[in-house]
């Protein structure tokens, strides 16, 4: 359950970095735009939830994890 809340508030985060970076296009600031996706904010939430995935598919702890414990 901690991996899902995790995720899900990772996908918010890049979520809102995506609209700042629509803005930042609608308003017409291509070269903050690219700066914004190349070195800021939004690189580091791909970043962010790149790892989250990368780290769950190395170490299947959580619920996929359980599935072959049998009965308890």
Known sequence: MAYEK??????ERLDQALASLRE???RGK????L????D?????????????ISISSTNPL???GTQNTGMF
Not at 6 to 11: E, K, S, V, Y
């Open 62 to 64: 959580g619920a996929r």
């Open 40 to 52: 800021g904010i939004l690189k580091e939430r791909f970043e962010e939830l790149q790892n989250m």
């Open 6 to 11: 995790q995720t899900q508030n990772a996908l």
């Open 30 to 33: 291509n070269e903050e735009a």
């Open 35 to 38: 700066r914004f996706m190349e």
């Open 24 to 26: 930042l296009i609608k």
